[in-house]
């Protein structure tokens, strides 16, 4: 409820406002990935969708043995999937 009344409610009346002003280029979407060390009850966390934006969920597939890579890999065992979507979203953005 915390999180409707916090983020969703403001996120839907923002996306309102732009279709009143023909900003039609705005999007929304909601991320239902979790992160391990969450209850899955609490759903994606505030900003968990950057990793997917800035290709961290690549990274974190890779071998790359950077500092980057391994913070990465310390959220989640990312799999394709999550790679995929990734790509995707990155191709939106």
Request: net charge negative; hydrophobic share 40%.
């Amino acid at each position: 409820m915390f999180g409707d009344c916090t983020f969703q409610a403001s996120r839907r009346w923002f996306f309102q406002q732009s279709l009143e002003h023909n900003l039609t280029d705005t999007w929304p979407y909601q991320l239902y990935a979790t992160l391990p060390s969450l209850p899955p009850i609490l759903g994606a966390a505030h900003s968990f969708d950057l990793m997917y934006t800035t290709g961290d969920v690549q990274l974190a597939r890779s071998n790359d043995t950077s500092a980057r890579a391994e913070w990465a890999r310390s959220y989640k065992n990312f799999t394709e999937a999550d790679a995929a979507l990734s790509r995707t979203m990155i191709d939106y953005w």
